[in-house]
């Protein structure tokens, strides 16, 4: 090798040594600049936040406080869900930093010259500006910068406080407890009144009954499950939040297909409010439903909801709209046909093959007797299948068949002391039900057999 050849190798480790020396160095500067800090950085009175805006790059939103609330700057009739914009804020009362980096001269190493999120906040007539860039390849936290000039390491990333949608801020409409009703009014598709009746002695030989549409007595549970279904609909598919009164055909919301107002007490019991659903569907759209040649198409039209005086618009399911829209006298009465307290019965007169029987309870005894016997009989399975007897549909068809069998209940009941039940064959499969003398509803056959043989049981 030459001695120029040499010269020129020499200079290059040189070169080498003196970039490692530098970048060494460099190093150590930065080390000297990173403080391990562990305490909060910022802390911010979320009630004295007046103003908040932040933009993700995907989306960027902007809100105030007017006379203690919040307002949507773009749009001010948006119903703003305060206590989560409270919420969001609320991760910056304490907002604590594993490490802070002193004097960051190059932010593009952080992230911090181009922001993946900034947000604005004015508190105590204070502009805080908030920059938020990548994540540490070590700790996995990410890099904040407050504007002081520091880039600090944060223990909990607001990120994932800010990255919502518009539909996360809006204040849902909500249900008050309409279980305990007082009154219910269908209007549309239904139209009648529930009145709710807690001394009901005069009106029912059922106990539980407190639900009656004029004298005729609604089956309790049914009529709660109902209510419930209001309750638990879970407002927060919106699909427009101030919509107009001229909309609201767009939805069927101008003529609601069914009106439920629930008149209910509050807490304290003294004082009495009243909720209003309305369910609609666009009948435009249901008329080309119902005029296709799919029997399933009407099935497929989005129905509507708005409560009370709210001008949002939410979406349900179609099994939701079947359940709201079943509110027929038919759909909330007693399905079961003789919906009788047996402890109240005292006696059953039994007409069966142009033969009669009387079924007799002896309270001292605690025992049924069979046409006077001294023998117990087992009427267990006879009591089981007429309080089973079930609707299968309602009807008011008079008696033309023949008849299968009679029992008279006798109650120890002062205004119900007897209630008669008369079985008539229609076909092979149904049989009508007759109760003290009026149609009431079509019943399985195999029911009606099954109470035969259960009689039989007993008295042969």
Excluded at 56 to 76: C, I, L, M, N, P
Excluded at 307 to 315: C, F, G, L, P, W
Excluded at 345 to 357: N, P, R
Aim: glycine fraction near 6%; charged fraction near 25%.
């Amino acid at each position: 090798m030459t001695r120029e050849k040499k010269l020129y190798v020499l200079l290059a480790v040189l070169a080498v040594v003196a970039v490692g020396a530098f970048v060494a160095s460099s190093i150590q500067t930065s080390k000297e600049n990173i403080k391990e800090n562990g305490e909060t950085v910022l802390s911010l009175d979320v009630d004295s936040v007046t103003a908040v805006s932040w933009d993700t790059g995907e989306s960027a939103f902007s809100f105030h406080k007017d006379d203690g609330s919040w307002v949507y700057d773009a749009d001010q009739a948006f119903p703003v869900d305060g206590g989560k914009i409270d919420e969001m804020l609320s991760c910056f009362q304490e907002f604590g930093a594993s490490y802070t980096i002193e004097d960051a001269d190059d932010l593009g190493q952080y992230g911090l010259d181009n922001p993946v999120c900034t947000i604005n906040v004015a508190a105590n007539g204070e502009d805080y500006a908030i920059s938020l860039g990548n994540f540490s390849t070590v700790d996995s936290e990410r890099y904040v910068s407050l504007g002081d000039g520091k880039v600090h390491l944060a223990k909990t990333d607001p990120l994932e406080t800010f990255e919502v949608e518009l539909s996360d801020l809006i204040a849902h409409d909500t249900v008050p407890d309409i279980t305990n009703a007082t009154a219910i009014a269908f209007e549309g598709a239904q139209n009648y009144e529930i009145a709710y009746i807690e001394d009901n002695a005069a009106h029912t030989y059922c106990a539980d009954d407190v639900y009656f549409v004029g004298d005729d007595p609604l089956d309790t549970d049914t009529v709660e499950t109902y209510l419930s279904r209001i309750k638990n609909l879970g407002l927060s598919d919106y699909v427009e939040y101030n919509v107009s009164d001229g909309n609201l055909s767009a939805y069927g919301l101008d003529n609601p297909e069914l009106v439920v107002t629930v008149d209910y007490s509050t807490d304290d019991g003294e004082t009495t409010e009243t909720f209003t659903l309305r369910v609609g569907r666009n009948q435009e759209e249901l008329e080309k439903a119902r005029s296709s040649d799919d029997e399933d198409a009407e099935d497929d039209v989005q129905a509507y909801v708005q409560v009370e005086n709210s001008r949002i618009v939410y979406a349900i399911s179609h099994v939701d709209y079947e359940r709201l829209t079943a509110a027929s006298y038919d759909d909330l009465r007693h399905q079961d046909v003789v919906p009788v307290d047996f402890d109240q019965v005292t006696s059953i007169d039994v007409e069966l093959d142009g033969a009669t029987h009387t079924l007799t309870y002896d309270a001292e005894a605690e025992a049924w007797h069979c046409d006077g016997a001294e023998e117990e009989a087992d009427v267990s399975t006879l009591k089981s299948e007429i309080t089973g007897l079930t609707a299968t549909s309602f009807t008011q068809e008079e008696a033309a068949g023949q008849e299968e069998i009679s029992l008279t209940l006798h109650l120890s009941n002062e205004h119900y002391p007897t209630v008669e039940v008369k079985l008539y064959r229609k076909d092979g499969e149904t049989c009508l039900a007759v109760i003290d003398g009026e149609s009431v509803a079509y019943v399985s056959r195999d029911s009606v057999v099954d109470i035969v043989e259960a009689v039989n049981k007993i008295v042969l």
